[in-house]
């Protein structure tokens, strides 16, 4: 089990924030899947995608941060010698999914499994068969969706312990979204830690087990799904009269609305005590459903707002 | 592997300049009589006119563009096609894919300058002509020397400019700049063109435009050196450079 972390890692290029400071991030492995999620082109300068982006750079060691230290697989990532040795176990997808447009499929596989002495030759076939590649094409000659699969099986044969991809699903019809996600969901369920960053809420929502939220270049939580969906709550309140607007400042109560006679909380925990409460305070009517992700997603970068 | 894939970027520039080369040197040779008769100076010697031709003329200034173009390249340019992603993230280092590439691209700087040294020699008896083949070696390596400073320049350049022209063009300019301030008295020793073309040999015969006496070695000692710091330099920088 080694950890990953980032502590008060930061990029700043030409006075732009390019990267929030992630601070005391950390997740170990095993883990199945990590996604990143946040606000697209809100909070000037800093991009979610960019911030996103940057930040997976400054981990892989392709740029160096401004402050602050990480490791990833237990390996300093600002150590050439170490960040080198940690690539070998950590394989890279990135967002526009661009490879080497002169080589063929084949001699691109052949160029990558050089690099690698734990190579898996038969996992290599078996998804050149099952993404149906064709192995004599240039890579110039492939769709978006293809050079994906491409992506994948030369990440995927090497059998990484961590495997990073930044927005996976950009650009993707949604045959090969499905497709993708499906070879997501395998990798992490033979161990490989699968960590992303993605805008897409329904994707992360399906394939991760633990959610970063990235609001203002700043993270702003840090969730498991499972232990989210235990116990976050959209409680919905139903009142015959006017209802009381300040009598639900309970503990584990995330956000408030009241719209005419009708109060929706968002409960962080402790639904059981708010459901009482709103009926000691006269609920006529009392719906306690699952909150989704995209829901305390909108919730918590608001509430930073 | 590195190599394929330098070998692979390269490969369409370094073959089309080795036809270019090659086919220039053989159509000089072989059409040598009319192309002789066309300079307006007295009548020239066969060794005279291949080294006003080739080995001081046209081909030189081509071969030197031609380096230059085989000097660009790198991570930068990768960063605008989008695959520098896929390249930091193999298990190497940066140092490692700097050094396969001048590596690379030395080698095929190499290889156009010892074409003329092939075709020269071996076509000049179709015209019942003949060029000593250690004048040609000599020339070749002449060419070697200067191509290496010429692609060093294009190689820095291509690490420090971003966009697909400016690294040429810069290097253009570093090389003109350089051209010009190598004409002064003080270092004309050390013009690389005069090198390139032999007349920096302390004993380059005008008459027979032959070599008779011995390389100048200090001002090629000098510009290898040169040539190999800039490639050092073109490391440092890629090593610290945000990708």
Redesign the interface.
Known sequence: MSTNTARSLR?V?HGDLLSPPLYSTAWRDPLSACGLVGQFCRAKPVHFWQAAKTTI?ML?????PTAGTGTVLGRSITD?AEN??M??H???V?E?K??????TVEQLV???M???PDWQSDVAQRLLKQYQLPQNRKVRALSKGMRTKL?LLLALARRPALLIL?EPTEGLDPVSIEELLHALVAAAGEGTTVFFSSHQISDVERIADRVCIIDHGRLVADLSLDQMRQDYRRITLGFATQPPTNEFKIHGVHQVKIVGRQVTVLARENSDVIVECARSLGAVSVDVDPSGLREVFLETVKEEA | ?LC??AW??S?TRFVLSAFTIAGLCALFVLFQGDARAGFDSEPLTYTGYIWRIIYKGYLRELYVFLVLLLGVGGLLRERD??????T???????WRLVSVRALIGLSEVAILAILPALVIPVLSPFVHESYPRTQAIQFSLLWTVGGTLVFAMAFLASVVFRGEYSAPVVALVVLLAYSAIADLPALDRFDVHDIMSGAATSDFRLDTSLITGPLPWMAIAVILLVSCCMVVLAGRIT??Q??
Do not use: C, I, N, W
């Not at chain 1, 892989?60 to 160096?64: A, E, N, Q, R």
């Not at chain 1, 661009?98 to 080589?103: G, I, K, R, V, W």
């Not at chain 2, 096609?81 to 896929?86: L, N, Q």
């Open positions: 990029k290029s750079k892989l060691g392709m740029t160096h050439s080198r040795e690539r070998r950590v394989a890279y990135g526009d661009q490879l080497y447009a002169y080589m052949r160029f990558t050089s690099f690698y992506a930044d | 592997m394929y894939k692979r970027e490969q096609y989008g695959t520098v992603g896929f930091l993230a193999l298990p190497v280092s940066r090593q610290t945000d990708l």
